[in-house]
T-cell receptor, first 112, second 110 residues
Framework: DVKVTQSSRYLVKRTGEKVFLECVQDMDHENMFWYRQDPGLGLRLIYFSYDVKMKEKGDIPEGYSVSREKKERFSLILESASTNQTSMYLCAIADSALYEQYFGPGTRLTVT | QQPVQSPQAVILREGEDAVINCSSSKALYSVHWYRQKHGEAPVFLMI?????EQKGHEKISASFNEKKQQSSLYLTASQLSYSGTYFCGTEIRIGGKLIFGQGTELSVKP
């Protein structure tokens, strides 16, 4: 079974705080993705990584950064959290951009 | 650009059929379909590649019209377990990123 774990299911942070969301996989897949999910907007890609230390911007990278120092771990960083970053954050992995993506359970982040 | 899904929501009785459409303004290389049940992560259903055949998964199948940049997901004789939000994801080139639609919420009632 594919296992994608995210550091927290629920997180509450204050405006201006630095926030780290972590995603860990046990499948040795090259590709890892960070999405945010908002009602009526579907899944929007923030960043993705196709190899260690490699990253590419998705559709909505503003206000976010990422880090991938090890193959199994992909972190999403909110440098200074804002209320408009309140959302569900989903991590996904894939062994190739062509193939199915496996999603983690998600982190519901609330910024107050 | 985000693909457009229609309808946004649909309510069915058990045993009824449904079609969910996904349209893109760009030429597509592939279309992916996912289902997300309430409170759970999205789960892959199938992928349709440019020049490929219609795919099937039990009573759920899909087609891909490359000329119209459209895909349709067909749910036949729906079951209660089909309830959830369906997303299409489109890819405009091989190895490119997936762009997901806004989702279609499907509710199957007994």
């Amino acid at each position: 079974d594919v296992k994608v774990t995210q550091s927290s299911r629920y997180l509450v942070k204050r405006t201006g705080e630095k926030v780290f969301l972590e995603c860990v996989q046990d499948m040795d897949h090259e590709n890892m993705f960070w999405y945010r999910q908002d009602p009526g907007l579907g899944l929007r890609l923030i960043y993705f990584s196709y190899d260690v230390k490699m990253k590419e911007k998705g559709d909505i990278p503003e206000g976010y950064s990422v880090s991938r120092e090890k193959k199994e771990r992909f972190s999403l960083i909110l440098e200074s959290a804002s209320t408009n970053q309140t959302s569900m954050y989903l991590c996904a992995i894939a062994d190739s951009a062509l193939y199915e993506q496996y999603f983690g359970p998600g982190t519901r982040l609330t910024v107050t | 650009q985000q693909p457009v899904q229609s309808p946004q929501a649909v309510i069915l009785r058990e045993g009824e059929d449904a079609v969910i459409n996904c349209s893109s303004s760009k030429a597509l290389y592939s279309v992916h379909w996912y289902r997300q049940k309430h409170g759970e992560a999205p789960v892959f259903l199938m992928i349709l590649l440019k020049g490929g055949e219609q795919k099937g998964h039990e009573k759920i199948s899909a087609s891909f019209n490359e000329k119209k940049q459209q895909s349709s997901l067909y749910l036949t004789a729906s079951q209660l377990s089909y309830s959830g939000t369906y997303f299409c994801g489109t890819e405009i080139r091989i190895g490119g990123k997936l762009i997901f639609g806004q989702g279609t919420e499907l509710s199957v009632k007994p």
